[in-house]
């Protein structure tokens, strides 16, 4: 029983031990949320008076007490004890093992000896101290808000915040200030409808002057105030704008008013449909353009030209011919309608919408060369209604617009003729247009090279039925033997 | 001196005088010599683990001759079957010229058998041994018939020749309680080695321990009281091994198949009540499931393909798992009660 007391003693001593550190631990910690909650008494020192640096420390100390009366309260359990004696003093799970089976029914003789063992080796252990202090993280803070109370202990109240913003004004402009502040006090009292027509008069009138040019800015253009660098030159006054307001800010009131200045950019249809296309088309090659894209564009094109321009056929070829699998046409009628929309552009812009004299001549057979009617003048070599096949004549349905190329040089010629009847199908042939008095300029095997290898790229690149690929090349075969 | 204290002191006394015995054959190996005898006291059966020439066969020969008990040794070969172990019922002629069946008993009726190589017998053969080792008895021709007390049976095993060999399968794994890994001489022991074995007298054996002494001993160790956060330490390891476990570390859910068995803990507790006693102590600490936990344990976790292809050693696996439950019980306590 002696020894038993002695082990209860061990035990007894370690539980004092540890609840003097929890004590230390929480202790420390109260004793920081403490410092802090007197941190914030004293920042608050003018509201609550010359009590404020007593009731922060208190507060430390209460906190401090608190954690120091939770750590002590707190429960040790035996067996935690016993297992902190055991790594403490080396003892094997001797202590825990001896108190968990010695108060059991069912132990056995070894057990006994077990306890005696233990009993034996606690009583010659010489007691030290086995807990260890543990430092809690606000511990180690704690000075932070310590020195922070002591220094707002000492230092003056300071000002609360009373919930205004701050007065910065000089004292020169205060009275300038309350002047304003009186003109709009009246402002303010007369009745609204009328107010808002006779201040956006006066605003105008006002914004024009400011601008220093009142011929260049007419009554209403709001742009203009937008523009008004007398404003933006003005020193910021951030009171004057709480108090009175900016005037542009009250332009904005009026939003019928406002211009448009996004129409500025967008007006142009020529410039809308041209960066479209140069986005589309910008450093890709034909095969590379989405077909999706360009047919989006030309439709835009089409319907624009249906409104009330002249590309709108330009544009439907186009469509046609990108059914058709051909990008490159397609590219070539989107850039023809392009050219007819900066031409009616330009004509729009220089001229105002005025037309006559030569200007309008030359612009008026480029639309109707533009739009392929084959009423052209007398700079064509013939009808371009007439067709390609030579003897046909004057055809009702036109078959189409001829090439750029037989235009592009005097020395291009037409060909007309008529079907000769015989036993196979035939055409007389006659050359017409101004070269077809000329004598030839080019040399034709010059000229055939420079066919078959096009018809070689046509055959690569184009979509001609395979099954003609022989024949056309039997052609061209057939020429070099001749 | 009371009574248990006697006991005690005879269990220590004995111990160490079976362990010095052994010593005197043997060589090094002092943790195989010591896992072999907590495996005889503990009631359970080993397993030795080691390339051939380090003197595993040697070890169980010289501890049978310490031990006053029968010992019959079995070479496992591919041809070896059942009967050859456990015997079988032949025709005798008695004197009166009538024939009847009697039972021819097997090697395994012998209190230390040695199973020499057992993994080059078929499993056919190998699971002739199930029964015995686990139950004490074997079933020839219907008739239970009980192997002596104690039964220790110490099976060795070559882990790099592999070919022509059966590895055991798990369940006969399960019922080694340790698994043992020989490993090679240091240079110093080499020299004993050979100073020892080629001089004109080799070192005699004594016969220091009886059959019944080991089963006193056996009785003794089962008194021996667990604290209940040891008994939860091991479990907490046990459990460890298994890739499912909620707490399991890192390393058992990535190379783990099958963790260990409660076979496993039990092996643990008793190879911990052992070392305590050899020890002189009453009680299992935390220490001594910590060193019982590769010879129990590493036989029984079954790495899963990627543990095997990253050729992760299961010692190493099982002491991560060690760290892992003890920084566990520690960290889940107070800091003051640390």
Known sequence: MEQRVGMDDLLGRIRREIRRRRGEYYGLRGAFWGAVAGFAVLLAKQGVGGTAPWVAGSLVVIGALAGVVYGVARRVGRLDTARVADRAFGLHDRVATTLEWGERADRTSLVDALVADTLARVQALQIKGVVRHVLPREGRFLPLPVVACLVLALMPPIPLPSGRLPDMLAPGEEEREDRTRSTMLEETTRPLAKDAQKRASFEERDFAQRAGGGGATTAGDLSAIFKDTSLANQRPDFNSFLKKGDERLKMLEQMDRLPDLQSDFTNSQYKMVFRKSKSLTGGLRPNQISPQKLRELLEEMERLGRKGGNWGNDAMEGMEALEGGQTDRALEAMQKALDKMRAMDDAERSGKGLRGGRENERGSRGRERGRGDGMGGDEQDFGEGEGLLPGRGRSGSPKGEATQRLRASPYDVGVEGESRRGRKEGFDTNLTGRAGSMASRLQYLGVIGQYRKMMEDAITREQVPRDYHDQIRNYFQALDER | ?338
């Open chain 2, 1 to 338: 001196m009371s009574q248990q204290d006697s006991r005690v002191r005879a269990f220590v006394t004995a111990f160490e005088a079976l362990r010095a015995e052994v010593e005197k054959v043997i060589v090094g190996h002092h943790d195989v010599i010591t896992h072999v005898l907590t495996g005889l006291f503990a009631g359970g059966h080993v397993l030795l683990e080691g390339v051939p020439g380090l003197g595993k066969t040697l070890l169980i020969k010289t501890l049978s001759e310490g031990l006053e008990l029968s010992f019959s040794r079995v070479q496992f070969t591919p041809d070896l079957m059942p009967a050859d172990i456990i015997g079988t019922n032949i025709i005798v002629e008695d004197a009166d010229g009538r024939k009847h069946f009697q039972f021819q008993h097997g090697p395994i009726f012998a209190h230390i058998l040695l199973a020499d190589e057992i993994n080059r017998a078929t499993p056919k053969t190998q699971s002739a041994l199930l029964e015995g080792m686990q139950e004490g008895a074997v079933t020839v021709g219907g008739a239970s018939r009980p192997l002596p007390a104690p039964f220790f049976v110490l099976a060795t095993q070559n882990p790099i020749e592999m070919e022509g060999t059966y590895p055991l399968p798990e369940a006969q794994l399960d019922r080694f309680l340790f698994k043992l890994r020989v490993r090679y001489p240091a240079i110093d022991e080499l020299n004993a080695i050979i100073d020892r074995t080629t001089q004109s007298r080799p070192a005699t054996v004594s016969r220091v321990l009886s059959g019944p002494a080991v089963l006193a001993f056996r009785e003794l160790i089962r008194e021996v009281p667990i604290a209940s956060h040891v008994r939860d330490f091991a479990s907490a390891i046990v459990m460890g091994t298994h890739p499912q476990w909620e707490h399991s570390p890192e390393v058992s859910r990535r190379f783990v198949r099958y963790g260990a068995s409660p076979r496993g803990a039990q092996a643990l507790v008793l190879g911990g009540k052992v070392r305590a006693l050899a020890e002189g102590r009453y009680n299992v600490s935390a220490e001594d499931i910590k060193a019982m936990a590769s010879p129990a344990l590493r036989h029984r976790v079954i790495l899963n393909f990627e543990g095997e292809a990253e050729g992760v050693d299961t010692d190493t696996l099982i002491g991560q798992v060690v760290e892992d439950a003890e920084a566990t019980a520690v960290q889940s306590r107070e800091p003051f009660l640390r």
